[in-house]
């Protein structure tokens, strides 16, 4: 039985139920923040402190609470994320007049160190959208899906969410729902158009039609909407069908859509729009590909640099596996 399934409070039930009927939060997320809220109840029944919560948790509570995390292993990200969800829980409850103060909000979020994204070289690319056999139902229907996903940046819950009504394939325009279900929409490039054209001819001649979830796009074999767990595992399918690394997960096509758009020429605002970012930090990150790329453009094109300059600080490497030349199937 999993640590949320065990609790049973008003105030946290309130709150998921504020987050994903008020705030639109996915149920991933939603579903993250009660685990994590579930967890610091949990900690304060073995402490012998449960009465005090939700009222009387001080921020010395929180930062015990962090303590425990730490000493069993858990990540910055781990921890930060469960700061987060009771800043969010405390701002709640003040709204809600249920509490006075937010005691995470003096609490120190964990510094976290910026990951450059993994992605995939276009050559890789190319081989991945090659291997999903189009003459099939599903074979078209995955490699519409990886076409899509590469295409227009979407995220794995983006694209499962597709209805029929978000397509406009005569304009190739994509209306997406993002995180927060925050409406954007995006264009489409010819190569998807024609995979997802493909697919919906095999969807509308497929002898089980009748009982297909009449509004989901793509579906599973009982023809019920896809889930983003099988969506991962029918790209690990693939990709190791490419010779590509065992970890290339459908958030490596999003960032190989970004990187790849950014080094050519691509202006991040742009970039930022189409990959949802409400903020453009967020998308900066993926300068750090390109600032990398262009280095190695430059020493390799240029006629009097042979070597980099010395004592030049080097420019930090990308992932592994965007220099990972994929094997021959």
């Known amino acids: 039985m999993s640590t949320l399934s065990r609790i049973n409070h008003a105030d946290i039930t309130a709150f998921l139920e504020y987050l994903t009927n008020v705030r639109s939060m996915s149920t991933h997320t939603v579903r993250n923040y009660g685990v994590d809220l579930a967890q610091f109840l949990n900690h304060l029944i073995e402490a012998g402190q449960s009465d005090l919560f939700p009222e009387q948790v001080t921020h010395m509570m929180i930062r015990a609470f962090m303590a425990d995390l730490d000493q069993k292993g858990s990540s910055r990200q781990t921890v930060a994320r469960k700061i987060a969800a009771l800043r969010s829980f405390y701002k709640y409850l003040q709204r809600q007049g249920r509490a006075t103060g937010n005691p995470a909000r003096v609490v120190h979020t964990p510094k976290l160190e910026k990951k450059i994204p993994a992605f995939l070289t276009i050559p890789m690319m190319e081989k991945l959208l090659s291997e999903p056999d189009g003459g099939t139902f599903t074979g078209s229907r995955d490699k519409a899906i990886l076409e899509l996903i590469y295409s227009a940046g979407l995220r794995s819950f983006e694209l499962v969410a597709l209805d029929h009504d978000d397509l406009d394939l005569d304009r190739r325009l994509l ?69 590509l690394p065992e970890d290339v997960s459908p958030h490596t096509l999003r960032h190989s859509f970004a990187t790849h758009l950014l080094q050519r020429g691509a202006d991040l605002r742009v970039v930022q729009e189409l990959l949802g970012h409400e903020n453009i930090s967020t998308t900066q990150i993926y300068t750090h590909i390109t600032a990398n790329e262009m280095q190695r453009i430059y020493l390799e094109s240029h006629p009097r640099a042979d070597e980099p300059l010395e004592g030049a600080a080097p420019i930090p490497a990308a992932p592994a596996i965007s220099t990972i030349t994929a094997k021959t199937a």
């Not at 023809?223 to 690990?236: A, F, H, P, Y």
């Open 175 to 243: 209306r997406l729902k993002g995180k927060g279900m925050k409406e954007r929409i995006n264009p489409v490039g010819r190569f998807a158009v024609q995979a997802l054209d493909e697919y919906l001819e095999h969807k509308a001649a497929h002898p089980d039609r009748a009982r297909f979830d009449p509004k989901a796009v793509f579906l599973n074999f009982r023809g019920q909407r896809l889930t983003t767990r099988s969506v991962r595992r029918m790209l690990s399918h693939y990709a190791a069908m490419a010779g």
